[in-house]
């Protein structure tokens, strides 16, 4: 028989128990930074040794993480369903966690690529320096999806949602476009888990079953909840 396919959508929520800081929780990454500084063409036109050194933080920080039960969980669904993720987060956590199908709408810290080619990618281990050129002589930057930057995953994603039997959508805030708007495309029958900390605004969708808490506790109900 064809395994139902689970389709997740995440967000920083999940890595939150990895000890990578949300964006917009009272200690998140935007109440220490302007996002017009760090997160935008602007701000890396304006200052780039700012936005370089920011992005090279995450880094360290996310090399110092470890995937968490949550992570874990949705890799382990693997066994019964196929399962796509999608995620909005730089880390890769989820791959560590051992998912192999993610989808990486925002980009990836362990990717860099040049400022002229939006192609021309290359892994980053360390850091990224002013100075530090691509092949094409230009300079290198963090391979991450700016505000006010197409989203190239976006079509892709949002295809896959229209062919969820299960939808999962774990640790976002839904405050981002055009990713929050993918839960648009899931078909309106189709059963859509969400798990949060503080539930977002989903009420207008149809056949939403909340699971309110820390995303490993949440991850561990939802499995049980599709398992049994
Ligand atoms: N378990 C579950 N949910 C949690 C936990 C936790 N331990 N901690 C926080 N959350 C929830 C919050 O309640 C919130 O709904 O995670 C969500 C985090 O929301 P945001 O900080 O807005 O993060 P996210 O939705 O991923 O942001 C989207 O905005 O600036 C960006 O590009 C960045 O991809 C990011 C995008």
Redesign the pocket.
Known sequence: MKKKHIVILS????S??SGLK????SD?L?MGYN?EDV?TPRGFAKDPALVLDFYNQRRKEVMAAKPNEAHKGLAALEKDFEVTIIT??IDDLHERGGSTRVIHL?GQIFQMRSVTNTENIFNIQGDINIGDLADDDTQLRPHIVWFEEPVPMIEKAAFVMQTADIFVL???????YP?AGLIDFVPSEVPKYI????I?EVEHYKNIITIKG??TE?VKKFINMVTK
Request: no cysteine.
């Open positions: 967000g920083a929520g999940i939150a128990e949300t964006f917009r929780d998140g935007w996002i997160a909005q987060n925002h774990v640790g976002t805030s839904l405050q981002v990713a798990i949060d900390k503080v977002p820390n995303a949440g």
